[in-house]
């Protein structure tokens, strides 16, 4: 087991603090396929092929951790203890200025492994002292997906989801990089998807507003 850290080391504060600083930007890709190297995988590295190289970067394939399902300890106290897997993800997750959620679309959301990823955010936030929330503001969420469909439509909840997300911690939303593909490598052959990539990281991020947010500014 390893000890959770609650606060913010002098450096991630730093980070924090120049997050809109663009020279300053890190990447943390998680990778949720349930199959390594698949086509959701290419897509996102096909995406980062073309940050600028001053851009830090992190690569982590969620099937390599050995993470359980997570457990809602939120209102059991202090004294908990993550795992090695958990704290590795906290670590890179709170270090990272633009998170790349890059899963397959399963059931027309998340992979299992994905879900179960942000599952624990819950958890972060909720800890006795936990600064994640003050650490996650203002940084950005980023969806990377392939499906079998062609129909991109059917995709919209895997959006609402992340967008949703995204609002709830105050983030900025760069929306879905979208790809078709069954087998591995057949999102190579989606021409549209390639070529979106070359821009995507380079698109807005917006502050994500929930609608009642955008509704109640409105009026
Ligand atoms: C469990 C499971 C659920 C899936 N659900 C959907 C779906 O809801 N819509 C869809 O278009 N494709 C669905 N697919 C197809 C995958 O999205 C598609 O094969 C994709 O290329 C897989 O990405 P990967 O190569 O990165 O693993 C599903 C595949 C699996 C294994």
Redesign the pocket.
């Known amino acids: 087991m390893t000890s959770f850290p609650t606060q913010a080391p002098d450096q991630a504060q730093a980070q924090n603090q120049d997050q809109n600083q663009d020279q300053d930007r890190s990447f943390l890709f998680v990778l949720g396929?349930?199959?390594p190297d698949?086509?959701?995988?290419?897509l996102a590295r096909a995406a980062a092929e073309h940050l600028p190289a001053a851009y830090g970067r992190r690569w982590i394939d969620l099937n390599d951790l050995v993470l359980p399902d997570f457990q809602d300890g939120r209102h059991e106290g202090e004294g908990w203890q993550p795992g090695e897997a958990e704290a590795t993800l906290h670590e890179a997750t709170v270090a990272a200025t633009d998170i790349v959620i890059a899963t397959?679309?399963?059931?027309?959301?998340f992979?299992a492994q994905t879900k179960r990823y942000l599952d624990y955010w819950s958890g972060w936030l909720t800890l006795p002292g936990s600064d994640f929330a003050a650490r996650m503001a203002g940084r950005r969420l980023w969806g990377v997906?392939?499906?079998?469909?062609r129909d991109e439509v059917?995709?919209g909840g895997l959006d609402t989801s992340l967008h949703h997300t995204a609002a709830y911690l105050k983030m900025g939303y760069g929306g879905i990089l979208l790809g078709n593909?069954?087998?591995?490598g057949?999102?190579a052959a989606d021409e549209r998807a390639m070529r979106r990539a070359k821009t995507f990281f380079a698109g807005p991020t917006p502050l994500a507003r929930f609608p009642h947010e955008e509704t109640a500014e409105a009026a």
Not at 104 to 109: A, D, E, H, I
């Open positions: 396929s349930s199959r698949g086509n959701t995988a290419q397959p679309l399963y059931w027309y959301s992979s997906t392939v499906m079998a469909d059917v995709a593909g069954s087998r591995p057949q999102v």
